[in-house]
């Protein structure tokens, strides 16, 4: 298992990122798995967002909305072609 965290000018945030740089170091990644197909034919690669509001949601979010949409993407040999999954999930507040 790899995790990788980009910081500063990839990490994808409206304030401190432009996401075109974000998308090429995801791709980057993909491309380096690519390029070796022993290792992609058994891997899955989870790409999350940690950022509500911003790229992804379209406007202002009610307070009494579910919250901001997250998008979660999965990229990997055992997932379907086309596949879609839209579940809600709710996170406990402190």
């Known amino acids: 298992m790899s995790f990788v965290k980009p910081d500063g000018l990839l990490d994808g945030h409206p304030a401190t990122s432009k996401l075109n740089s974000f998308e090429a170091m995801v791709r980057n990644i993909l491309d380096g798995l690519h390029a070796n197909p022993d290792l992609e034919a058994s891997a899955a690669v989870f790409i999350a967002f940690d950022e509500g509001g ?17 998008p979660f993407i999965v990229v990997s040999p055992f997932s379907r072609a086309a596949g879609w999954c839209t579940p809600t999930m709710t996170m406990s507040r402190s």
């Open 54 to 70: 911003g790229y992804w949601d379209s406007g202002y979010i009610q307070p009494l909305d579910d919250g901001p949409r997250i």
